[in-house]
Every structure is written in structure tokens, then in C-alpha cells.
């Protein structure tokens, strides 16, 4: 990237005003000030500034060994200097390395720390950490390589959770890289990895949840809802899911709509419909059709929406169960149609007939077929009743012969 001409003088008044800033912000305790220095990404005026410095003034290490004040965070400074000039010069992979090093540098320095004074410093060298080694997978790939540091950032990551992992006030800083390791691993596909984590922050007794910064824990319940929808344990994903839209920020309407587009089909898994100003209101209309399919009792409606989700593993595990429910509205309608033309034979319905509606839906199911999916529907208590083999008859329980599916609604 091509700069304004820049003198060498001014170039060494830049690198000196930024290793000055360092000094002074570790001296006095003020993160608010390292955390600018280490946000490499954000394309700060401050940090494009001294970038310009170093392209012109390429001896940085001269200026640092002038004075011990400076030359003691060397292992810092000098490859987050080179972590800036790469990343300038859009040289990614060199950028993400070099941060790395100053990244572990820092690390170390805040282990020595008796204070907590810099977590939020740590916070932003986890989340750059991160971002970079994503950038640089980019560029790797598009080199034909094997995309790698983002995995490595994983393991440095889980090095700085150890260091948070402790007892004393650093300790409400370990959620928060927790966040940054699950957004790592889903990004990866390596989910199972995500449980080493959880398992240190639900089990050790150092942790106590309440501790940690509301806005970390509404991201924990996210992702470890998320997790509990792959393992396909809903009543868990409900609840962390719907923790995690409770206590959202309510300004924040794209994190919402990353929390809804989870807990609507753990929802649906349960029996509770959203309404449709939500789908509309958080641009979640890709669910319009399922939601009508399960009022309507429509399997074709059905199958056609799942088509449309089979990309989203996650998602679409939970969706591809609803197919029972289905059935069990299209039952009921059926079980209401024939209440009303005779009431004292409506809980005896015939297969034959179940299997003529399906066939008006253009779905072919035989009489086999049918009977099969009726037996799925009295295990899982989703309908109430027993069959009559030999006439080929549904025998429905005259005592609420469809249970209701628990659950709470979702607040719009």
C-alpha cells in the first residue's frame, strides 16, 4: 500500500511516541491504551500511522536498545512491529506469525502480573489472534496451501486459558477466550474439541458463572447451545439458547437473529410456533414454510423447506425430526373431519384413508408404510391409541388421543 512521503526524522519520532505510549501505558496500568496498541486489524489512524514509520525507518530494534525503558519488552515490541509492517503491506501469513510471538510474549509478562489489570489488553490480543490467523488461512489457501493457523491460533489460545485458569481475580477472563476458542472450532469443524473447555468452566470449582461479564456468558450459552443441538440433546439447547436471547443485548438485532436461527428449530422440536413478526422482524422467513407445514400438517410443504436447509448440518438435524410431527397435525385433522361427519367413530381411523391424504399431498405411502409411522407416532407418545391389525384401523384414545408437546414460547 503506497504512502505519503515520510521523513526519516518523522519516522523516528512516530516509533519513539509508540514505544513511550507502551511504556507508559504498562508503567501506569492503563489498558485502554494497549488495547489501541495491539488492534492490528482495526486499521486505526495510530497504527497506520506508525506502519508508514517502519516501512520508511526499518531499524525499529536501533531505537528500542537506546534505553532498558524500552529494550524490556522487546520479545513484545519487536515482532509486533513486524506483525504491523506485514500486515500493511497485506503480507498476512508473516503478520499472523510475528503476532503470534507478541502475543506469547505478553502472555507471559501478564502471568508475572499479580493483577488483573490488563485483561482487557487480552481480550483484544485473543480476538486478534484469531482474526489474523483467519486472514492468513485465506491467503494461504488462495496460494494453494494448507490453511493452518488457525488451528495453531487454537493452541496458543488454550496456552492463555491456561493462564486464566487459575484462581484470583484473572480467573472472569477465561469465558471470554472460551468464546474465541468455540469461534475457532465451529469455524474448523472441530466441534469435539469445544468440550476440554466446558468441561473446565462447568466443573472446576474455581469458576463460578455468575462471575463473568454478562456479555461473555450470553456468547458461552450461544455456542454450548449450539453444541447441545449437534448432540441432539433439545431440552438443553432450549435452555441455553433461550438464555442467550434473554439476556442479549436487545440493540444488537444480528446477534439475536444468530441466537433465533438455533432456538426457532429447537422451538419447533418441541411443539411452539413462532409468530410470524418475528420471522419478519429478525429476516428469518426461511422458516415460513416449515412453520405452515407444521399448522397445515403438509409433508410435501415440509420436504420441500427441508431441501432448502440440508447445508445447515446443525439446523437441519433438528428440522428433519419435525416429519413426525407432521404426521401427527395431518392425524388430527383428519381425527376433526371425521368427528364432525361421525362423532362416535372419529377416534377409529383407517389407514387406508391416512394413506389417500398423503396421496392428495402427492406424497405415495402403502398401507405398510403408514402403519409403520403410526407405530413411531404411539412410542413417542406423539398420538394416544393402539392399532386394530386385522381391520387395519388407528384406535385413538378418547382422552386427549394427542398430547400437547411442552415448552415455552419465544418473546418477540
Known amino acids: 500500500m503506497a504512502s505519503a512521503y515520510l521523513s526519516m526524522g518523522e519516522a523516528h519520532r512516530r516509533i519513539t511516541d509508540f514505544l513511550n505510549r507502551f511504556s507508559d501505558a504498562v508503567s501506569s496500568q492503563d489498558a485502554k491504551s494497549l488495547c489501541l496498541i495491539f488492534s492490528i486489524s482495526s486499521n486505526s489512524s495510530f497504527l497506520l500511522s506508525l506502519s508508514d514509520a517502519l516501512i520508511t525507518f526499518q531499524d525499529a530494534s536501533r531505537v528500542m536498545r537506546q534505553t532498558d525503558r524500552y529494550s524490556q519488552y522487546a520479545d513484545i515490541l519487536l515482532p509486533l512491529f513486524r506483525a504491523l509492517h506485514s500486515y500493511r503491506l497485506k503480507n498476512l501469513v508473516e503478520s499472523y506469525q510475528a503476532f503470534e510471538k507478541a502475543a506469547n510474549a505478553f502472555t507471559q509478562e501478564f502471568r508475572n502480573w499479580e493483577s488483573a489489570w490488563a485483561l482487557e489488553a487480552l481480550y483484544v490480543i485473543a480476538y486478534e489472534t484469531r482474526i489474523l490467523a483467519e486472514r492468513a488461512d485465506r491467503e494461504l489457501a488462495s496460494n494453494g496451501k494448507t490453511p493452518e493457523k488457525l488451528k495453531g491460533a ?3 489460545l488454550m496456552k492463555v486459558f491456561g493462564v486464566l485458569a487459575g484462581k484470583g481475580s484473572k480467573r472472569v477472563g477465561a469465558l471470554y477466550v472460551t468464546c474465541q476458542l468455540f469461534k475457532i472450532y465451529f469455524k474448523l469443524g ?14 472446576a ?31 438443553a439447547a432450549d435452555h441455553k439458547l433461550s438464555y442467550a436471547l434473554s439476556h442479549c443485548n436487545p440493540r444488537k438485532e444480528r446477534n439475536i437473529r444468530m441466537i433465533l436461527k438455533y432456538l426457532i428449530p429447537v422451538k419447533l422440536s418441541i411443539g411452539i410456533l413462532p409468530k410470524t413478526s418475528l420471522l419478519e422482524k ?8 416449515i412453520v405452515l407445514a407444521l399448522r397445515r400438517g403438509d409433508l410435501r410443504l415440509l420436504q420441500g423447506a427441508l431441501q432448502e436447509h440440508e447445508d445447515q448440518s446443525g439446523v437441519y438435524l433438528v428440522l428433519e425430526k419435525l416429519e ?10 383428519i381425527y376433526i373431519f371425521q368427528k364432525q361427519k361421525d ?15 398423503l396421496k392428495w399431498l402427492e406424497i405415495d405411502m402403502d398401507v405398510d408404510e403408514v402403519e409403520c409411522v403410526m407405530s413411531i407416532l404411539i412410542y413417542k407418545n406423539l398420538i394416544k391409541g393402539y392399532f386394530a391389525h386385522k381391520s387395519k384401523v388407528v384406535v385413538l384414545s378418547k382422552q386427549d388421543p394427542f398430547p400437547r408437546l411442552t415448552g415455552k414460547a419465544i418473546n418477540s
Open 343 to 357: 362423532p362416535n367413530k372419529a377416534h377409529q381411523i383407517k389407514l387406508d384413508l391416512i394413506v389417500r391424504a
Open 205 to 235: 470449582r474455581i469458576f463460578d458463572f455468575e462471575e463473568f461479564p454478562l456479555r461473555d456468558k450470553v456468547t458461552y450459552m450461544y455456542y454450548t447451545g449450539r453444541l447441545e443441538v449437534y448432540n441432539e440433546n433439545f431440552s
Open 282 to 289: 429478525y429476516n428469518l422467513t426461511e422458516y415460513n414454510n
Open 154 to 156: 487454537g493452541s496458543f
Open 190 to 203: 472441530t466441534v469435539h474439541l469445544c468440550k476440554s473447555v466446558t468441561r473446565s468452566i462447568e466443573t
Open 324 to 333: 413426525l410431527q407432521v404426521y401427527q397435525r395431518l392425524l388430527k385433522k
